[in-house]
Nanobody, 116 residues
Framework: QVQLVESGGGLVQPGDSLRLSCAAS????????MGWFRQAPGKEREFVAG????????YHRDSVKGRFTISRENGKTTVYLQMNSLKPEDTAVYYC?????????WGQGTQVTVSS
């Protein structure tokens, strides 16, 4: 059974930084990539950033480009999301996703709240 565990969320002020982590355990098999999504109250879940398995390619939604950076730890099924210059509109539950050859898996989510 594959499990994803996220950590690093919290309550911060506008302009602050946070670093989210997501570690996968279990037999993942062939992994295509990992990514971060978020869901704000009353809104649909949206893509934030993604990275392929080699780490050579990364993708970020326009609203976070220049502020968020996704990275992956070599040799491990662990992905990070460095979030700088946080804004109130970044407030959401952040979810990690792992995509393999035959399945995709979600973490339980971690709350990020940006408020003064």
């Amino acid at each position: 059974q594959v499990q994803l565990v996220e950590s690093g969320g919290g309550l911060v002020q506008p302009g602050d930084s946070l670093r989210l982590s997501c570690a996968a355990s279990g037999r993942t098999g062939t992994t295509y990539g990992m990514g971060w999504f978020r869901q704000a109250p009353g809104k649909e879940r949206e893509f934030v950033a993604g990275i392929n398995w080699s780490g050579a390619n990364t993708y970020h939604r326009d609203s976070v480009k220049g502020r968020f950076t996704i990275s992956r730890e070599n040799g491990k099924t662990t992905v990070y999301l460095q979030m700088n210059s946080l804004k109130p509109e970044d407030t959401a539950v952040y979810y990690c996703k792992l995509v393999t050859a035959f399945n995709s898996y979600w973490g339980q989510g971690t709350q990020v709240t940006v408020s003064s």
